[in-house]
Every structure is written in structure tokens, then in C-alpha cells.
């Protein structure tokens, strides 16, 4: 059975699942930010990097498939990042400076994607798409901004599932096999999915607009309060967050 994106949404179970639904986005954009300002050319740079990914996933115990999955994916997109390797070289020195000048940009690229991934996925998985917009409400986010955000989520799925749909029929009418009829289909796929996408955009957007999203902010009078774990959880991720740009800073001095 494949792991479906739309499935990961609410299926940590975790102590960060149990955050008010604003700590927990912040917290995971902090970290996020905070994977992306750490210099992953050095050691402590690069161990903070490890450090925040790892402890973020073990506070939010994503489904084990899930992580590997997108850890999977991560690998698959960056690793080649590192085909570049012999261009870069070409232009560098020999000796070892050259190689690990070479090396850094590719490197960095993957660690830095990795801990996106890693932290992105951790975080989806506390969030219902309940909790998603109870966070956007509560959070300094544009009303409008807040809705179609939501909206994007929430129709994801449904998207995700019609394209499965037309896939399983595609390959039942054996266009999956190869030959002239893939091609056909092929050719013939944006004028059946593309439509059917379309419509429903316009269908939604319909809804928004009779319900007045466009008018006013989701409301925010169910969401969690704050408590002592909230805070902790964000004065943690504002401390990784200092420490990235101190070593940013110290490395670029």
C-alpha cells in the first residue's frame, strides 16, 4: 500500500501532537528556519542540523513509513545535486581544499533538503486540517491567505484521489504497457484531468464566495489555549533558531 500525502495529515502521535495548533506551526517554522540559517559546511553547523531534525521527529513520531517515505523522496531529489561535483572540480585546485570546495555546495544542498523534508513531514503529521485552520486563525496570518490555504489542503485529497482514479483506469485499458496507445493517452490526459481540475477550482471557489471567505478571517474562538508546553516548545525552537544565525554569523566573520 502506498503512502498517500493527504493520509499523513493528523497521524503523529507524539508529545507535540498535544501543542495548541499554532505552537505547533510556529514551532515547525521556527525549526524550518532554523534548518535553513544553520551552515552545513561545518560540524556544528551540520550536528545542529541533525540535532533539530532528529528531536523534532522524535517529539512528533510521524508513522515510520511516512518518514521513510519522505526521506526516500528527499534522497531521490537531492542526491543528484552531486553530479555536479566533476563541473565544480574543474574549476578548483587539486588537492583536498579543491575537493571539499567541490563538495561543499552539493553537500550543503542535501542537508539542508533534508532537514526540510524531515521537519515539513514531522509537522504536517500534528496537524488535522482542522488544526490547520485553527492555527491560521490564531496566527498573524491575512484572512484571505488563511482561507485558501485551508481550502488547498482540504481539496488536496480529493484531487489526489480523482488522479488516482483516472491512473487505475488508464492502466486497466492497458495504456500502461507502452506502445502507440500510451501515446494517445498520453496526449489525450490534459484535455480529461486538466478540465475536471478546472471545474472543480471553479466549484470551490463558488462556495468560498457564497460563504463569505473572501469577506472575512476564519474564526478562531475553538482554538486551544496556550500552556506551559507551548511556551517551552517555542522558547526551544527561538533558542535553536538564535543559535543557527550565531554560527551563520560566526562562520561568515
Do not use: N
Not at 5 to 14: E, N, Q, T, Y
Not at 50 to 70: E, F, G, Q, V
Not at 97 to 109: F, I, K, N, Y
Not at 225 to 246: I, S
Amino acid at each position: 500500500m502506498r503512502t498517500r500525502w493527504h493520509d499523513l495529515w493528523g497521524s503523529a502521535r507524539g508529545p507535540a501532537a498535544r501543542l495548541a495548533p499554532q505552537v505547533r506551526v510556529a514551532t515547525g517554522a521556527a525549526l524550518l528556519a532554523a534548518s535553513l540559517a544553520s551552515p552545513a559546511t561545518t560540524v556544528p553547523g551540520c550536528a545542529l542540523v541533525a540535532a533539530i531534525a532528529a528531536a523534532w521527529l522524535a517529539a512528533c513520531r510521524p508513522p515510520r513509513k511516512a518518514a521513510r517515505t519522505s526521506a526516500a523522496l528527499g534522497l531521490a531529489m537531492l542526491l543528484p545535486y552531486f553530479l555536479l561535483v566533476p563541473l565544480i572540480l574543474a574549476g578548483e585546485p587539486a588537492g583536498a581544499a579543491g575537493w571539499w570546495r567541490a563538495l561543499a555546495p552539493p553537500w550543503s544542498v542535501l542537508v539542508h533538503g533534508m532537514a526540510c523534508v524531515l521537519v515539513s513531514t514531522a509537522t504536517v503529521a500534528t496537524l488535522a486540517p482542522g488544526d490547520l485552520r485553527r492555527a491560521l486563525a490564531r496566527l498573524p496570518v491575512p484572512g484571505v491567505a488563511a482561507a485558501i490555504l485551508a481550502q488547498i489542503v482540504r481539496q488536496a485529497a480529493t484531487l489526489a484521489d480523482e488522479t488516482r482514479r483516472i491512473s487505475t483506469a488508464i492502466a486497466v485499458r492497458g495504456a500502461a504497457s507502452g506502445g502507440p496507445a500510451a501515446l494517445r493517452v498520453l496526449r489525450s490526459l490534459p484535455a480529461v484531468w486538466l478540465p475536471r481540475v478546472i471545474g472543480r477550482a471553479g466549484r470551490v471557489a463558488d462556495a468560498m464566495e457564497v460563504r463569505g471567505y473572501c469577506d472575512a478571517a476564519p474564526a478562531d474562538g475553538d482554538a486551544a489555549p496556550e500552556r506551559p508546553a507551548d511556551a517551552a516548545a517555542l522558547a526551544l525552537a527561538a533558542g535553536a533558531l538564535a543559535l543557527a544565525v550565531a554560527l551563520r554569523v560566526a562562520g561568515a566573520a
